[in-house]
């Protein structure tokens, strides 16, 4: 048997192909394929190299795959997506042997392994999923990043640049996270010359903007008191998450909702997870490490159709096992 799995974030493509012993045969990473920002022509071509590709470095015939599942970043909030992306992956995997689902998903189905309750990404954006012991499905954010994903880097990129723009023109006082910036930058002349950076094309990518949470970080490091309070706010805000998907769904309330997380921003540790676990726990809930990164949700999602449960897990922990020796 073999399991292709995708992750399609807002920062890269990654794919796996493992057989049932949970041996990797391919695992490659591309840039982001997201269908919203290249369009249809770009997708289809860069999507389907990647698929044959990571199928022949394995040796492996497309129509041999036993199950493909993709998460695939803002499937089902663009109409034109849910209709053309099935068909462009349909063209070079069996149709009836793929599954395709919002990238948030293959979040929920790592971090839980499956199990009923919520998991909220934040990276790029922000958004939450969950399911209940019944079958229901929610979810939560994931709007726009100009408009929305409170709680993601983005959102904290904005308040660093938010913040750096009223400490350099006096509507705040300076903090650690003024000078970090204007390093960061290079900015030895006047502050306002970072207009320039921001016409050159910098405020058009993204990535860009989430990347200034790693200077939020650094600030908190050096005791800044404004960044600690943004990443208190973020929490806030993905515990919102939360708790609007629980409210479209059913758990028994004789104990604690699940929740877990995935996505870049978790990788700054206690900065963000020491307040969200209190917000978490205060909503009589339980906040859990993720058992599973999404490309191993990926391949979760749908193995145990074919697989005994002792033979699945034992794949699942293999891949990642596997994974983890590869970094």
Known sequence: MFFLGCDGGSSKTEFILVNEEGNILSHNIYPSYNYGVIGRNAFRQSMHQAILEVCNNAGVNTQEITHAVFGIPTLGELEEMDTTVPEIIGEVLPRERTTI?????????GSLSGQPGINVVSGTGSIA???DSYGNKARAGGWSVLFGDEGSCSWIGKKVLETFFKQSDGR????AIYDIFKEHFKLTKKDIYFVGILCSGFQKKRSNIAMLQLLAEEACKRGDPNMKHVYEE???ELALLVKAV??????PQEKPVLVSYSGGLFKSGKLILDPFRKIIYEMNMKLVEPKYPPIIGALALEAGRYLQPNN???MLSQAYANIQKTK
Do not use: C, K
Not at 101 to 109: H, M
Not at 246 to 251: D, K, P
């Open 101 to 109: 689902v919002n990238d948030s998903v293959i979040g929920w189905s």
């Open 129 to 131: 999923y969950g399911e």
């Open 172 to 175: 705040m006082p300076r903090s």
């Open 234 to 236: 973020a929490a806030s």
């Open 246 to 251: 629980r409210s479209q769904l059913t758990f």
């Open 312 to 314: 699945y897990n034992y």
